[in-house]
């Protein structure tokens, strides 16, 4: 009676012992195919942000303009606002969205905005009103244009500007790669481009 019941046990085992290697190698094979389709992934998508009109698309070396321009209105907040007690805040702002060539060139403006407005007792505030936001792709750069208002002594100045931007998508983020501003409220697109040249 012991050889028929030990001989059932280890068929049972060698059953059980093939359905777990065969268990073993599905789970295997499954986490192989999971991990290849996560190592591929280039695009993550979010579906209607708060705050945002329109799904966010979000990829490994693209993003969606509407993206591109609510990174670049909030840079442009930050450019704008300084003042010597918040010069450093602003620095560290700017630092994840500027690349190194371009932040250390702001960082040195920005300490000497700081430095000249510290001496001329300067207790204004800046802040930028924004109005519109245009993307060129032909020549590949974003102009956000809006009013930079100066605010001392009971009185609001604001001053048409155009911040006009080069920038790429690199590893889900933005990096912007050029800064310029200049007074008015015409953006130098490749429509302003080509009427200079004639």
């Keep these: 009676m012991e050889i028929i019941t030990r001989g059932l ?3 049972g085992m060698e ?6 290697q065969t268990a073993n190698v599905g789970l295997s094979g ?3 195919v999971a ?8 695009k993550i998508v979010m579906q209607q942000v708060r705050g945002s009109i329109a799904t966010v ?5 693209t993003m969606d303009v509407g993206s591109q321009r609510a990174i670049l209105i909030a840079v442009t907040s930050n450019l704008v606002q300084v003042n010597p007690t918040n010069a450093h805040y602003q620095k560290n702002f700017l630092q994840a969205f500027l690349a190194p060539a371009v932040y250390t060139k702001i ?6 905005k700081a430095r000249l407005l510290a001496d001329q007792r300067e207790l204004g505030s800046y802040y930028f009103v924004f109005r519109e936001h245009q993307y060129d792709p032909k020549i590949n750069k974003h102009f956000v244009i809006g009013d930079v208002h ?3 002594a009971a009185k609001d100045t604001p001053e048409p500007y155009v911040f006009e931007y080069a920038g790429h998508v690199d590893n ?3 990096v912007v790669d050029d800064v310029t501003s200049y007074k008015g409220d015409k953006a130098h697109n490749s429509g302003w481009l080509e009427a200079q040249k004639r």
């Design 172 to 174: 889900y983020r933005f």
């Design 57 to 61: 698309e979000v990829g490994k070396a």
């Design 30 to 32: 499954a986490l192989l």
């Design 150 to 152: 100066t605010v001392n």
């Design 15 to 20: 059953r059980t012992v093939k359905y777990v």
């Design 9 to 11: 046990t280890l068929e």
């Design 107 to 112: 960082s040195a403006e920005i300490d000497a």
């Design 35 to 42: 991990v290849i389709c996560l190592f591929n992934q280039d």
